[in-house]
């Protein structure tokens, strides 16, 4: 793949889940890589086993819905690491709801962190890439925001929004050498997935798998595939797209 290692990467949500797969993969790229989630021991975890096999890791507790701990991440990311070159958004949260009984709670801590929170990754590390004249930004939606999700109707609407806000910034940062992209999974084995498995708030991946041409989960590898093309120099002329990596379920 042509690019950088020297670029630094920071993923949010980078500690489990799809994220880890995004951070592995850079930082066995090469990449100094920031992760920044919320799950502390996680955090430690991952980050202490990614710098036990030699990559340069700076692993961070930050909430994405908090503007003024995003920024003081990124001071740390630049302190320590360097300039931020490629950000991968993918940070969210979850949680099936009722429309009809959904509180005004429960819609704004989804929008917080979803859509707020993709704002508040974005905006403060594009100066950086604008001063390089070179930027990649690929942002993690999901296929609710395209097929509709049954009781996940404020999931769904929190994830259209970032796929509309990343059509927006394309346009708006093509100028400065600076693309932006989302993937929006639909079926990946996480430990999220699983855990809902377990309580039966889903039938089993497996199960699910069937309905998908390709018959199985994703894997966060496969979603980190993607994202280290995209965030290549061979996708220099890609921008403003939904790369579909879902196996086929949405096309």
């Not at 030699?54 to 961070?60: E, H, P, R, S």
């Not at 909430?63 to 995003?70: A, E, H, T, W, Y």
């Not at 509180?103 to 990754?121: C, K, P, Y």
């Not at 400065?176 to 639909?186: A, H, M, Q, R």
Request: charged share 15%; proline share 5%.
């Amino acid at each position: 793949m042509t690019i950088n290692s020297k670029r630094v990467v920071v993923v949010t949500g980078g500690a489990s889940g799809i994220g880890l797969g995004i951070s592995k993969l850079f930082a066995a790229s090469g990449h100094p890589v920031a992760m920044l989630d919320m799950q502390e021991a996680a955090l430690e975890r991952e980050s202490a086993a990614l710098a036990a096999a030699g990559a340069k890791v700076l692993g961070l507790k930050t909430d994405v819905s908090d503007r003024g701990q995003v920024e003081a991440a990124y001071a740390a990311v630049r302190k320590t690491l360097g300039p931020i070159a490629i950000v991968i958004a993918n940070a969210g949260i979850s949680v099936s709801a009722d429309f009809r009984t959904l509180s005004i709670e429960a819609w704004q801590r989804m929008i917080d962190v979803n859509l707020t929170g993709v704002f508040h990754t974005l905006q403060p590390a594009i100066a950086d890439m604008a001063d390089a004249k070179w930027g990649r930004i690929v942002t993690i939606s999901s296929q609710a925001a395209q097929s509709g999700a049954q009781d996940r109707a404020h999931y769904a609407a929190s994830k259209g929004g970032v796929i509309g806000l990343t059509r927006s910034l394309a346009r708006e940062l093509a100028p400065l050498g600076i693309t932006v992209n989302t993937i929006p999974p639909s079926l990946v084995d996480t430990p999220l997935a699983r855990a809902g498995e377990a309580a039966g708030q889903v039938p089993p991946l497996e199960v699910i798998a069937q309905m998908i041409p390709i018959q199985r989960p994703g894997t966060p590898e496969d979603i980190a595939n993607a994202c280290e093309f995209l965030c290549s120099d061979k996708a220099s002329y890609i921008t403003g797209q939904e790369i579909n990596v879902n196996g086929g379920s949405w096309m």
